[in-house]
């Protein structure tokens, strides 16, 4: 039996680099006035979101979990505390089509129909029109909604316009992917499909990181960090649930 091949002596041991972060918020909180009281919705939140990261933010309503969403994706700034974004030119140039948004209303424009809905940011992105219909078929198409693309978001059902607005969200490939309560006002059987499309579809390097108050939909995500009372209490990933 052959030797292994002996690692030349001074070559120092390859290691994969690590992946450097999407968003990085440190020590974040968010307070407002409110009839002149301060009213703090978010306070000390420290996490990475790195390329490929599934991550759910799960809590009660007024836990904070929309007011991290909006920090992360660059809508809001932090009373204290820092937000950058290394991987995507720390917020030069942020949007669109780096980071995309998916709230729990689906806000489509309803004088278009779904297909021009979709092709919408790639049009506001300077795409040609052909190009961007072409790549916004292609997205209901794999969202399973191609059959609807003539429809105005008033002929859709709630599960069909919440999948015509993920594909507006994923057609321009972005790389974070900030969804906030995107199954919230679906039943329990829409939401899982609407699950079941969103993750078959994300790009493998995209990050997606969700809202919600559910425990069934956090628990599809690879990592789950609960909130409560506008922090961050407890995290928990998917491979120390089965270990």
Sequence with gaps: MPEAEARPRGQPHLTAPAAVPLV???????AFQ???QTVT???GAT???CPGDRVALLGASGSGKSTLLHLLGGLD??????????AL????????GKVAFVFQAQSLMPPLTALENVA???LLNGKPPNEAQEEAAFWLERLELLPLADHLPEELSGGQAQRVAVARALVTHPRLILADEPTGQLDSATAQHLLDVLLAALDPGAALVMATHDPDVARRLDTIWRMQDGQLVSVTRRQEETS
Excluded: E, K
């Design 24 to 30: 990085d918020a440190r020590q974040v909180t968010r």
């Design 34 to 36: 409110v009839a002149g």
């Design 41 to 43: 919705a978010l306070q």
């Design 47 to 49: 996490l990475q979101i």
């Design 77 to 86: 700034t932090p009373t204290s505390g820092t937000v950058t974004w290394p």
């Design 89 to 96: 030119g720390n917020g030069q140039d942020l949007r669109p």
């Design 120 to 122: 919408l940011p790639l």
